[in-house]
């Protein structure tokens, strides 16, 4: 009889994420319906002279479809908007309060950052297929220092309409730079994607996948104290990524003072146990395939 144990249930996804992708789904919905109820209203209507009742029947279908999902749409629109205002002006005067009383710089818009800031903003910014060749947008910016070390911390924009990315980011700069490396929450996972490099943590292999060019720098990162930190880390810390000379963390987008404050915290207790001879190895190179 096996005795093996059961996996531990999924860490679960943050509400926000859940509620982001729902928002995407019925807007892609909705979208492609009045697009095609549209294509086939005017498109009939430029050739069709009338007479026929089963066609007229049809497209006055499709005239109340186009027309239905034209209203939804805005409205639907509408209340996202209202929705992104009621929790944008509450989350900024928290995080400017919180930076005021922690020292830090605060910036609302992206054209007060100045040049320094979002050339680092740029460095940290998801790296994704998705909307790949659009301008990202940045805004709520807050950066100082957190345990000797300088913190950031941005909203994040790429693309429009329906498509639009939205990432909240909050980074830690390095000592030097590192070659990449990312941390992801198995939960983020829409298909289950196999392990690279299987750890001798059965819970960390379940919960999280660790991706990178070379397995051995992988297993070099992802020390035992490092995923006995993700084991029990808040499930708000969902992707860790190292971005060049830094340690990037994605957080819900409904930012508050406490959860920044958490996550800068992982971030430095994952930049100050990273092994010696790691930094000794691989410090000041962008790719493990370049480095040998």
Not at 57 to 81: I, Y
Not at 136 to 152: V, W
Request: one cysteine or more.
């Amino acid at each position: 009889m096996s005795t093996a144990r059961p996996n531990p249930p999924r860490r679960k996804r943050p509400v926000t994420r859940a509620r982001k992708r729902v928002s995407r789904t019925i807007g892609t919905v909705v979208t492609t319906i009045g697009v095609l109820s549209t294509a086939v209203t005017c498109g009939v209507g430029e050739v069709y002279s009338g007479g026929i009742q089963a066609v007229d029947v049809g497209l006055g279908v499709f005239l109340v479809v186009m027309l239905l999902t034209w209203a939804v749409g805005a409205v639907w629109a509408s209340v996202v908007l209202i929705g992104q205002a009621a929790v944008r002006i509450p989350r900024r005067r928290r995080l400017r309060a919180w930076a005021k009383g922690a020292g830090w710089a605060w910036f609302a818009k992206g054209k007060q950052i100045p040049a320094q800031q979002a050339s680092a903003a740029s460095v940290c910014q998801p790296v994704r297929d998705l909307n790949s060749d659009k301008r990202a947008r940045f805004s709520e910016l807050l950066t100082g220092h957190y345990r000797g070390r300088m913190g950031l911390s941005f909203h994040f924009e790429r693309g429009s309409g329906y498509l639009l990315e939205v990432e909240q980011v909050i980074a830690r700069r390095l000592r030097n730079v590192l070659p990449p490396v990312s941390l992801i929450d198995r939960a983020e996972d829409d298909v289950f994607t196999g392990q690279q490099v299987r750890f001798e943590s059965a819970t960390f292999n379940h919960h999280w996948r660790v991706d990178a060019e070379d397995p051995r720098y992988a297993s070099a990162f992802t020390h035992p104290r490092l995923m006995e930190l993700l084991n029990h880390a808040d499930d708000s810390v969902t992707e860790i990524h190292v971005r060049g000379d830094f340690l990037v963390s994605h957080a819900p987008t409904n930012l508050t003072p406490q959860l920044l404050e958490t996550h800068l915290r992982i971030l430095a207790e994952i930049d100050d146990g990273v092994p010696e001879w790691v930094w000794r190895e691989y410090a000041g190179t962008t790719s493990v395939r370049r480095r040998t």
